[in-house]
């Protein structure tokens, strides 16, 4: 058995799906072991058959943490353990250090962290992974739920989060659905525990909801396990320089509602111009010329869901919540690989002389987004 190098420090975690007042607590661990590695793998290879498994037990010293099979690098001699303990969520960080070597290992590692009764503790987290949850207002999930693919992007990435929501309405619209989730080089995990009826109801009826974020994918398949309680069924998302795709078999307790999510090509703008007499058409169209001679040009867009818009077998894009108080609209997409800043310049000069008459929206791939009457 290694002896553990333990390293705590204080840091604040804020959970919402299970709060519950507790004492900010930090004690030095004592006792912790971990066995020698079991199996290595190339880091890169992402094949393994070990699953891990973390048991959770309250004795009268404290919170005993065993993970087993907890995954190490090869040439760990320490596992660095950091936890914090805030308002009855107990988040702990383990990391096999050092960690130079092309392989992965497994180790059972243990310890206890002394001083938190079990009446303190809502919610455990490890490496970001909710392990526990206590909750009087936890409910089982007897429904549906809807999946839905989302792909957010900025000026330096894109990552792909699914959104979660149950086809059961609740009388609150802010009941969180509380889950864990792990993602590896070739598999994703997500296993929903409850809905949780919360003490602060926002009094509008609603789906329970949860989102995750996956970050940014790297090309290929990826098995997809989705589980609720006994409940489980797989699946592959597969990810290509063009769209995110899930493969998932029909059953009744998982839905997505868009299997194809196609990403947004590189130098695309799009949005919506609204207006309310039709007599304003003549300008709008003019505007589309203007934009044109800034540099955007007409292009054929794939047929299919996008994040923020649809474009339809015809190539035309559809705007979703369309009109928006107008009585009518003009949704439009271009090809735009000038600056954005030259944009921002554009819509401000065009709303000083034209916003009495029509209101513009422009979005860009890298998160962008202008508004004409914020230059009012």
Known sequence: MKKIAILLSLAVLFAVSCAKSGLETTQQVSNVSATPYKQDVLKNSGVSDKSDKVNVEFTNKGVQITHYNFEVPCDFTTVNVTHTFVDGVLSITQQGYPNQANCVCHSDVSYTIEGILQNEVNVIFINGEQIYCYNDNAVAIDTEINIRMVEVFDKSSRTLQMYFSTTKIYPCCNYPIALSWQ??????????????????????????????????????????????????????????????????????????????????????????????????????????????????????????????????????????????????????????????????????????EHSERMNVTINTDKGERFLSWMYK
Not at 225 to 233: G, T
Not at 327 to 337: C, E, K, T, V
Request: glycine share 8%; aromatic share 16%.
């Open 183 to 352: 993602k590896t080089s070739n598999s994703i995990e997500i296993s929903f525990k409850s809905v949780i009826k919360t003490d602060l109801c926002l009094t509008a009826p609603g789906p329970a909801t949860a989102t995750i974020d996956l970050g940014a994918l790297s090309n290929g398949t990826y098995q997809l396990n989705l589980q609720n309680e006994e409940v489980r069924y797989s699946g592959e998302l597969v990810v290509t320089s063009e769209n995110y795709s899930v493969n998932f078999v029909a059953n009744p307790a998982f839905n997505f509602t868009n299997s194809r999510l196609n990403k947004i090509p590189e130098h695309t703008i799009w949005g919506l111009v609204g207006y309310h007499k039709e007599e304003t058409l003549p300008l709008v169209q003019s505007f589309f010329t203007a934009l044109m001679e800034l540099g955007a040009t007409k292009k054929s867009f794939t047929p299919g869901y996008y994040t923020g818009f649809e474009i339809d077998k015809n190539g035309d894009i559809a705007y979703p919540g369309a009109l928006w108080g107008y009585w009518f609209d003009q949704p439009f997409i271009f090809h735009y690989s000038g600056n954005t800043s030259d944009l921002d310049e554009f819509l401000k000069q065009w709303s000083f």
